[in-house]
């Protein structure tokens, strides 16, 4: 289904690159006016020029979001340029992990659940507060496959999003009945740059990915934005603290 988001204003996190990056696109083609966060600058001015290119409205701001005085002004910004803040994509995430038992590392650990947990509990607390003043919303979190699964070699990570998915349903309990509609998705291996650090571009690392998918392929960042677009739309009005897992099967075995 087509969805329309005309008026609305979206908040897309680590929208610089990947899964947020596509997300950022389809919400501004739909209609949104997109607020694009990235460490990265380039990432996320490259995001905003493929938007006006197409005639979509968006701008950048540099967002740790790892950094509760960044988080703040990113959701600002939403509110002071678009006048409110309607729907939000907490995708940043980090995955820099390879830990045998005997080496896991403390560095890795603190530096995934900065980003990827506390990150996502700092953009909850700012955006829900916008999203009271707005009388609703609706906010998605960027889970994992291994939000549901444990993976080998990623401890770190994996309760990093496990917690994500702990973040979402306790958060959807206490707003639900205010109109902000929280959800996340889990989504499988998927063609962007955290896979690449972690497999490699060999054409044995693409077909083993694949391979390891019961669907028979990777996912691309749009399989993961169109489920994101659906939890964001009136479509889904009845769905609350949901981790809904995108991943060809993956977590099914
Ligand atoms: N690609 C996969 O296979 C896969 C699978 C499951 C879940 N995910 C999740 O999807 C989300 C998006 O990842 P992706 O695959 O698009 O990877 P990606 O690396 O292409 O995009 C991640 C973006 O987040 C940005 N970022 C990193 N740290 C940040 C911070 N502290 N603050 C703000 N932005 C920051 C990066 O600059 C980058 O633009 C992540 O949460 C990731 O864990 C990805």
């Not at 006016?33 to 001015?45: I, L, P, T």
């Not at 678009?82 to 038992?101: K, R, T």
């Not at 444990?150 to 979402?168: E, F």
């Not at 009845?238 to 995108?246: P, R, T």
């Amino acid at each position: 289904m087509a969805h329309d988001f005309t008026g609305k204003v979206a908040l897309v996190t680590g929208a610089g690159g990947g899964i947020g990056r596509a997300t950022a696109e389809a919400l501004a083609a739909a209609g949104a006016s997109v607020v694009v966060g990235d460490v990265s600058a380039k990432g996320g001015e490259e995001t905003v020029a493929l938007i006006a290119a197409k005639g979509g409205k968006a701008s950048f701001v540099r967002c740790d979001v790892s950094q509760e005085a960044d988080v703040a002004a990113i959701v600002d910004h939403a509110v002071s340029t678009y006048g409110q803040l309607d729907i939000a994509v907490n995708n940043a995430g980090v995955d820099p992990e390879v830990a045998p038992a005997a080496q896991w590392k403390l560095e890795d650990f603190d530096r995934i659940h900065a980003i990827n947990t506390r990150g996502v509990f700092l953009c909850m607390k700012a955006e829900i507060a916008a999203m009271q003043k707005a009388g609703g919303g609706a906010i998605i979190n960027v889970g994992s496959f291994a939000s549901v699964s444990g993976v080998v070699n990623k401890p770190a990570y994996t309760a990093s999003k496990h917690a994500v998915l702990g973040l979402t349903r306790a958060a959807a309990l206490q707003y639900g009945r205010e109109g902000i509609r929280i959800n996340a998705v889990c989504p499988g291996g998927v063609k962007t740059a955290i896979l690449v650090d972690n497999v490699g571009t060999s054409a044995e690392a693409e077909a083993a990915v694949a391979a390891a998918h019961p669907i028979g392929r990777a996912g691309e960042s749009q399989d993961i934005a169109e489920a994101i677009l659906w939890l964001a739309s009136p479509a889904s009005g009845f769905v609350l603290g949901h981790g809904l897992v995108i991943d060809g099967g993956l977590s099914a075995q």
